[in-house]
């Protein structure tokens, strides 16, 4: 579903080297270090980031020359990026019609995110009237509602508090389940990954120095993953 085709990319004497493919339905976590090269990554993935030479393949098409938009995946970053003077519903909205001119079916549409998420109740709230995980309930729908097959998270729930974060996984798994969702997440913590993710690539210093199944790993841990236990 994803692939990474020995994919490069240099700045400020740093190098990122990537070679590796995610099937379909998997959800991969992408642990390492500040400054591995995790973020790099993903953006290279969103087309933020253009690499120096290799290619990207987003369901069996080559999107190295996308732009962001056209790619097939939606995003969920830490921060969320909800505007503050929209409410829950419109915040939720701008992810499928940015002009929010909204039809009865995108209306509906919007209503359905909402309620996956568990906001059914909360659609006029703006972002200062909920908390933390409501917040992150709200960018999840926003990205769900995008109905796109991939689905990237830049440690999207790092700031909740431990109970929350295991909440907000939980859903997440669901979803993506549901939906049919291939995920690639990163994260700083391997617990997170053992909750949501089937597999785990560790990134140091720009070189991917773990790749494969999760579970096995758990079971009979390699050296290279010690210290994340």
């Keep these: ?55 990207v393949w987003i369901d069996g098409q080559d999107v190295t020359d996308w732009p962001v938009p056209d790619r097939p995946l939606s995003l969920l970053f830490q921060e969320g990026n909800l505007f503050p003077h929209l409410s829950a519903f419109d915040n939720v909205a701008l992810g499928v019609v940015p002009s929010l001119r ?21 659609a006029d709230r703006t972002p200062g009237d909920l908390s933390g995980g ?28 431990p109970g929350l974060r295991r909440e907000m996984l939980a859903l997440v798994g669901e979803l993506c389940a549901a939906q049919g969702l291939t995920l690639v997440m990163v994260s700083h913590e391997l617990r997170d990954a053992e909750r949501l993710c089937t597999d785990l690539c560790l990134l140091e210093d720009g070189a991917v120095t773990l790749n494969g199944a999760l579970a096995p790993m758990l079971e009979a841990p390699p050296p290279a993953l010690t210290p994340w236990l």
């Design 134 to 161: 409501q917040r992150s309930r709200v960018a999840l729908a926003r990205m769900l509602l995008r109905d796109k097959p991939l689905a990237l998270l830049d440690e999207p729930f790092a700031a909740l508090d």
């Design 102 to 122: 909204l039809h009865e079916a995108d209306r509906a549409a919007v209503a359905q995110a909402l309620q996956q998420v568990g906001l059914s109740g909360l």
């Design 1 to 55: 579903m994803l692939r990474l085709e020995t994919v490069s990319r240099s700045f400020d004497g740093f190098r990122l080297h990537a070679d590796l493919a995610v099937a379909r339905g998997a959800r991969l976590a992408v642990l390492g270090p500040s400054g591995g090269g995790k973020t790099t990554l993903l953006n290279m993935i969103a087309g933020f980031l253009r690499p120096d030479s290799g290619k």
